[in-house]
């Protein structure tokens, strides 16, 4: 849109304008004021810098001016460019900025090629320019929370103001309008000029430019290029192509200006000693540590950056291999003399993701320690719903632009390791990547500290954690690498034979694994009801609609059973010995922090959280994982969790007794429902209600309960009245919880975590429902990663306090595995439920079941 109107329209003067970050006047007027608005989706957010940079790229002067908003700022210049004698065009879809039209202004929507002037204007409203502002007014503006009068819109709006003349005036004859309408209006009258004062444009902003200085710059054609090839902008790439390729930058206007940069390269003893002077009496030094390798536990540090105030930082490189690559000071002797700052607790250390510094220091026998803050960690607790990556934050938050790490490496089969990067190059990166995030610390940090609850989940729960997590990382679980070669061939024996059962039931051989042949055969072939479409109109055959088929139809059960030991064979038996580090002899997972909206850790390169405990399958890969001689594997798990803190949360007074006596929970609740005693309830009545307890929880519906037990939605409706009955406290928190979702735009666990729902006030449909079902789970969810959390950290300080030599492994969901000498198995076992249970004072007590084992199975 913007290239059109710059190649269409040939303006002498140019500007693109966008919203500054935080609030406006406007917010100081009238808080509610864009109340209800949804946070942007972040597959949105995430364009922003990118667009950002391209807008610069081309020379499109980019304006953000904070406190006022982006129409004011068009206002603004559309009112100085009028008095000087310029013409103006406003591209915009707003409705709003149709008050600014007068001669020489003409509004363009470059959405529908619809353009507006003072001709125009009449026919889409009804009334001219001039009186714009006051029918909007009348009819308010949903989408900024601007009431207007009830009942009215633009027709009846337009009407009294031909009838009446301004606003005004209406407000005056106010009592001259009958019926509803009329009623609304008087009871509007208090309102309305807050309203139009909320609406008005402003014309009057102080702007530090004029018109005049906004002209268009020459496009730096080379970082076009290479931002063309990034975002795959083809076409676009092709004018490019003639362009010469040392084409200069052409200078571009930064909204706001990055600190004044003194980045230095450290390539001889005197600046070194300078720097580790710096940095011992720095207050908070900000670490940046660049490395190659993919491997934690291997991979080399290539140079370390510091930063220790805004705009100051430092490069040291230590390992650049190129040809003609300046000469470097020693990796060994740098590190001998950094050790002293590095492992002093005193010394207070940020940086963006510490965890993996802490690894790369740790392959140099260094502990990195005094780890103080983390910018990754503080924008998790800040928006645990959108991206944490440095370039990200540093757009969002500095509105800074950052050089991009595939800037500096290049990507796919061109990519260099950075030990080939030249010197200069990687100091501008490094040093900008410590320099920033001192920077954000600066920008997030107080608000954090402003708020006790997440300041407590910030500093108590977050920070301590990455530490353990680093402990457990770096320690690995141990592998019988023989037992899982066997399985996995017991595995492939199962899955060639279902295969056969499959091509018996279809009556001809298929591709199993193929979505196309799998839907001939199963729609067309067998002619089975079709549950779903994919979004090309195709026959669905994706794992829910085969669940559906399975109940009625063997084929489907077949490929159901023949996915699951499909995933499991290539996912662990197969990969997990080849994913055991040659120097440890142990896999070691990696534990992802900040990547769940809930709070609860991810693991990744293996994924050990997702074995499937409930089949016989995933239990025997359990078995694979093994104590190492002369020790134990311990489980402890926290005991229904979820339930317990649905308890809590709502209050509700039959759930709190339940727990409190001790009651098995779904045998309790099954007893109420069925009206038996609790000692006739059979099997299958327990099964129904741990359905429904846990199906609440995620928000199940009567549809959803129906298809799990297989049963008519009705039964399965009746047992959700007659839970809500029993527990009438579940019902109203969840009432109350999606109010309170609609009304903040986030909900909280007991600990104060946020939890962001950006569709919780969207329009309807799946999105808003997920949204709701979101609202009533995540503080569960939340609340549970937020104690396991605090049990890890309560854990680890227990051992190293009592400097027992067993350690944390693996954390799964609610559960801790330690591998333990035999002779601390007894006291283990017996001090773990304490401390776990411990850790938080709620209304129903903690459970947590304990077991030892020569394996995970076993002990679990």
């Known amino acids: ?454 300041d407590f989940v910030y500093s108590v729960i977050e920070i301590p954690t990455s530490e353990v997590l680093f402990r457990m990382e770096r320690a690995g679980v141990l592998i019988d690498a023989g037992l899982l070669g066997t399985q996995g061939r017991n595995l492939g024996e199962r899955i060639g034979a279902l295969e056969q059962q499959a091509f018996q039931a279809a009556g001809q051989p298929f591709n199993l694994s193929s979505p196309k042949q799998l839907g001939e055969i199963l729609f067309e072939r067998m002619k089975l009801p079709v549950v779903r479409k994919t979004a090309t109109g195709q026959p669905s055959t994706d794992e829910d609609v085969l669940q559906q088929l399975a109940s009625d139809y063997p084929l489907p059960k077949l490929l159901l059973e023949h996915r699951a030991l499909s995933k499991l064979k290539s996912t662990y038996t197969d990969k997990l010995p080849q994913m055991v580090n040659q120097r440890t002899g142990r896999v070691h997972t990696s534990f992802g922090q900040a990547t769940a909206v809930t709070g609860r850790l991810a693991s990744t390169d293996p994924n050990l959280q997702n074995i499937p405990v409930r089949t016989a399958e995933g239990r025997k890969i359990r078995e694979a994982f093994i104590a190492p001689s002369g020790h134990l594997l311990v489980s402890a798990d926290y005991s229904q969790i979820e339930l317990r803190i649905m308890a809590h949360l709502s209050g509700d007074a039959s759930l709190l007794h339940a727990f409190a006596e001790g009651a098995d929970i779904h045998r309790a609740t099954a007893a109420d429902i069925f009206g038996v005693a609790i000692d006739q309830v059979t099997p299958e009545q327990r099964r129904y209600i741990k359905a429904v307890n846990f199906g609440l929880i995620y928000g199940m519906s009567a549809f959803g309960l129906a298809a799990q037990l297989g049963i008519e939605r009705a039964a399965a409706q009746q047992f959700i009245d007659k839970y809500f009955a029993r527990y009438p406290g579940v019902a109203e928190y969840m009432q109350r919880t999606r109010a309170l979702a609609r009304a903040q735009g986030y909900v909280e666990t007991v600990f104060g975590r946020r939890l962001w729902l950006p569709d919780i006030n969207a329009g309807g449909g799946p999105r808003r429902q997920a949204a709701e079902r979101a609202a009533i789970n995540a503080p569960m969810q939340g609340t549970a990663a937020d104690l396991i959390k605090l049990a890890m950290i309560a854990v680890q300080r227990w051992l190293d306090d009592t400097e027992l030599k067993t350690r944390l492994v693996l954390q799964v969901h609610d559960e801790l595995v330690l591998e333990a000498p035999s002779q601390e198995v007894e006291r283990v076992v017996a001090e773990l439920p304490e401390l776990m249970s411990g850790v938080a004072r709620l209304q129903v007590p903690l459970a947590v079941d304990v077991g030892s084992g020569a394996n995970w199975d076993k002990a679990h």
């Not at 190649?7 to 966008?18: I, L, M, Q």
């Not at 559309?78 to 004698?85: E, W």
């Not at 027709?155 to 509803?180: C, F, N, Q, R």
């Not at 993996?356 to 103080?372: C, F, K, M, P, T």
Request: proline content about 6%.
């Open 1 to 454: 849109m913007l290239r059109r109107l710059v190649e269409d329209g040939k303006p002498d003067y140019f500007a693109v304008v966008f919203d500054a970050p935080g609030k406006t006047f406007r917010d100081e007027w009238y808080p509610e004021y864009k109340a209800h608005r949804p946070p942007m989706p972040d597959d949105l957010s995430r364009q922003i810098g990118p667009l950002h940079d391209v807008i610069r790229a081309h020379g499109w002067p980019l304006l953000m001016i904070q406190g006022v908003e982006a129409d004011d700022v068009i206002g603004t210049l559309v009112k100085q460019a009028n008095a000087r004698g310029i013409e103006s065009i406003v591209s915009t879809g707003d409705k709003d900025l149709a008050q600014l039209i007068a001669p020489g202004v003409t509004l363009v929507n470059t959405m529908s090629n619809e353009k507006l002037d003072e001709q125009s204007v009449v026919a889409k409203f009804g009334v001219g320019p001039e009186k714009v502002l006051d029918l909007l007014t009348l009819t308010g503006d949903s989408i900024d929370n601007v009431p207007g009068v009830a009942k009215v819109g633009p027709k009846t709006a337009a009407k009294w103001l031909g009838e009446y003349g301004s606003l005004d005036d209406v407000m005056a004859h106010a009592g001259e309008i009958g019926g509803v309408v009329g009623e609304n209006l008087r009871a509007a009258l208090a309102w309305l000029p807050q309203a139009k004062r909320l609406l008005t444009v402003k014309t009057d902003c102080a702007l530090p430019f004029a018109p005049d200085d906004l002209r268009l710059q020459p496009p730096d054609a080379a970082r076009l290029r290479e931002m063309y090839e990034r975002l795959e902008f083809k076409g676009w790439l092709k004018d490019l192509a003639a362009a010469p390729r040392d084409s200069p930058a052409a200078p571009t206007r930064e909204a706001r200006a990055i600190a004044t940069r003194q980045y230095e390269t450290v390539l001889d003893e005197q600046a070194l000693q300078r720097w580790c002077s710096k940095l011992e009496r720095a207050g908070l030094a900000a670490l940046d540590i660049e490395a190659a390798g993919s491997d934690p536990l291997e991979t080399r540090i290539v140079g370390l950056a510091f930063a220790i105030d805004p705009g100051h930082a430092a490069y040291l490189p230590l390992a650049h291999s190129y040809t003609g690559a300046p000469a470097q000071l020693r990796l060994p002797s740098v590190l001998a003399k950094l050790r002293p700052w590095l492992e002093n607790p005193a010394a207070k250390k940020l940086g963006h993701d510490l965890k993996h510094a802490e690894h790369l220091l740790a392959n140099h026998d260094i502990a990195l320690r005094g780890i103080a803050h983390d910018t990754m960690l503080q924008s998790y607790v800040l928006e645990s719903h959108r991206s944490h990556d440095l370039g990200g934050l540093a757009s969002r938050h500095l509105d800074v632009n950052t050089i991009a790490y595939a800037e500096v490496v290049g990507k796919g089969a061109s990519q260099i390791g950075f030990d080939q990067v030249a010197v200069e190059r990687a100091t501008e990166y490094a040093a900008e990547q410590a320099d920033v995030t001192l920077q954000l610390h600066d920008a997030m940090h107080p608000r954090i500290a402003a708020d006790e609850q997440l």
